[in-house]
């Protein structure tokens, strides 16, 4: 007799579970539900896009492209910048040839020897620090004073002047 109950629950069981399903799949797949289902289906990609798209937005500080600068000595900035270069590779001799007297001439080879160590002392001033903003300021035609911004802390200035096509540097000065 427990037997006989048991088969019947399990039958009983297992037509309720056929009579769900069917149920189910009836309503489910009726019309109005597929509609439904499908605009939810694309409510729900639409979501997952914007979800996506919203990596392409960066909060914060827009990337600053780093300005290329001219290292020639056809500019005034370029000579400045040409003559940081020099002291930061260690090559004071070079450096000193980027140097003229404030009366349009260049260093006689002595002058430059005897200004060895004040380029030094301005070497170890500014070596090793990055540029973090310029300012060039026009004087006259021939004569541009440039100003280096340095690791957003110091300040050099060049006075610099055009001899025979060519800038050179008359006077710097680290603050």
């Known amino acids: 007799m427990k037997r006989g109950i048991k088969n019947k629950c399990y ?7 056929r009579r769900t399903y069917f149920h189910f799949a009836q309503t489910f797949w ?3 539900n597929r509609i439904a289902f499908f605009l939810k289906l694309q409510l729900f990609i639409l979501i997952c896009f914007l979800a996506s798209a919203c990596e392409l937005i960066v ?3 827009k990337q600053r492209n ?4 001219d290292y020639s000595k056809n500019t005034p900035f370029g000579i400045a910048l040409r003559f940081k270069m020099q002291l930061d590779s260690n090559d004071e001799q070079y450096a000193s040839l980027l140097l003229a007297s404030p009366y349009g001439k260049k260093y006689s080879a002595y002058e430059r020897y005897e200004m060895q160590s004040e380029i030094s002392r301005f070497k170890r001033q500014i070596m090793n620090k990055s540029i973090t903003d310029f300012r060039e300021d026009t004087l006259s035609d021939s004569r541009y004073n440039v100003k280096l911004e340095l690791d957003y802390i110091h300040n050099v200035f060049f006075a610099t002047q055009k001899i ?3 800038w050179y ?3 710097f000065q680290y603050q």
């Open 11 to 17: 039958r009983t069981l297992e037509f309720q579970a």
């Open 30 to 32: 009726s019309f109005q």
């Open 59 to 61: 909060i914060g500080e």
């Open 66 to 69: 780093e300005p290329v600068f």
């Open 164 to 166: 025979k096509e060519s």
């Open 169 to 171: 540097i008359i006077d």
